[in-house]
C-alpha cells in the first residue's frame, strides 16, 4: 500500500488512531458511565469489517500505531478475528486498553493474534473501593486477568489508574508497590469532564498530576524518562525498578501542540480531538454506494483540516463534552 503522511493545519503529523470497537461495557465505572446506560442499537454500530477497513485506510495513510478501546474491547463478540486482521498490517504498535475482567481466557489469544501491548485500568487495591468505582467489577478477577496478561509475553503492560480525591487517592503507594512487584508500568490520569456524572463533583474530586507526584516522592524518587512517548503522558522512572511511572495531565498540562492522534467512535465518527466536538462521519462513507478505499482516505485526508489547535478542560466541575468516554473510545 502506498503511504502517503496525514498532517494538520498545525503542521502535526497524525500517525496514530485510537478505534473503538464497542460502546458497551460489563463495568460501569462511575467517572465514564451512568449506572443505567442506553447503548446504541446494532444497525449503528460499524461491523467488524467496516472497523477493519478504517484501520486499513488509516495505515495506508502513514497510521503507525493502533489501539483498540471502547466501552470494553474484550467484550466484542468476534473481536480476535479484529485483532488477527489488523495484526496483520505490520504496525509500528497495536495496543488495547482493557478493564481486564475477561484477561484470564482472553489475554493468550489476544497474544497469539498480534497484539503488542496491553493498558489495564486499575483504579483500587481494595475489593470493596474497586467495585464501588466500578459498579459491577470484581478486583480478583481484574488481579488473575493481570497475571495472565503477564504470562502472555506481551511487549508491555501498562496499569491505567483514574484518581480521585476521597475515593483512591489514598492507595497511590500501594498501586505503586503493586506496579513494581508486578513488574508493569502505571499511569495516573487526572479525570477528564466526559458526559455528566452524578456520583461525584469532578471539580473537588481532581487530584492533579502534581499532587500525586508529590505523594509518590515521599517514597520513591522519580527520574524523569528521557525517551518521549510522543503522546499526553509524562514519564518518569524509579531507581532499581523497571516500572515507569506516567502522569496523563489534561488539566494540568496542554499536551495539544504535539497531539498526533485521532479517535473513530464505534458509529464511525472521526473525532479529531477528545476534548472538542470536531467530527466526520465516516460511516455514511462506508455505506455508500459505491463504497470505495479512494473516497475513504479522501474524506480522512480533508478531516484532518478540522483537527483543532487544543483543547480547554477546565475544572469547575462543569460538561464540557456531553458524550461519555465510552463513546469516546478512552
Ligand atoms: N474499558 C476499557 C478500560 O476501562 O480500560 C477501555 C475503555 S476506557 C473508556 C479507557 C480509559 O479511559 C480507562 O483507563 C478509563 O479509566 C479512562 N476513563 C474513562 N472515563 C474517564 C474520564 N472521565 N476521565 C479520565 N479517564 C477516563
Ligand atoms: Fe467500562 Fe472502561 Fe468505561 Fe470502566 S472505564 S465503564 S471499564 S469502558
Sequence with gaps: ???????????????????SVTDRCDFRCVYCMAEDMTFLPRQQVLTLEEIARVARNFVALGTEKIRLTGGEPLVRKDILELVKEIGSYGLRDFAMT?????LTTMAEPLRKAGMHRLNISLDSLD????????????????????????EAGFRGIK???????GRNDEE?????EFARKKQVDISFIEEMPLGEISEHDR???????????????QHHEL?????????????????????RVGFISPHSHNFCSTCNRVRVTVEGRLLLCLGNEHSVDLRRVLRGNPVTDDKLRETIINAMDLKPEKHHF????????????????G
Design 314 to 329: 477546565s475544572t469547575n466541575g462543569d460538561v464540557q463534552i456531553l458524550r461519555f468516554m465510552n463513546m469516546t473510545g
Design 98 to 102: 482493557t478493564n481486564g475482567s475477561q
Design 1 to 19: 500500500m502506498p503511504h502517503a503522511k496525514l498532517t494538520d493545519r498545525f503542521g502535526r503529523t497524525v500517525n496514530y488512531v485510537r478505534l
Design 203 to 217: 471539580g473537588l474530586a481532581l487530584c492533579t498530576s502534581e499532587e500525586v507526584r508529590d505523594i509518590i516522592r
Design 223 to 243: 527520574v524523569p524518562a528521557t525517551e518521549d512517548s510522543g503522546g499526553p503522558a509524562r514519564y518518569y522512572r524509579m531507581p532499581g525498578s523497571r516500572t
Design 172 to 176: 497511590i503507594p500501594e498501586l505503586i
Design 127 to 150: 475489593a470493596e473501593k474497586f467495585h464501588n468505582i466500578t459498579r459491577t467489577g470484581r478486583l480478583s478477577q481484574v488481579l488473575d486477568g493481570i497475571d495472565a496478561a503477564r
Design 159 to 165: 496499569l491505567n489508574t483514574v484518581v480521585m480525591k
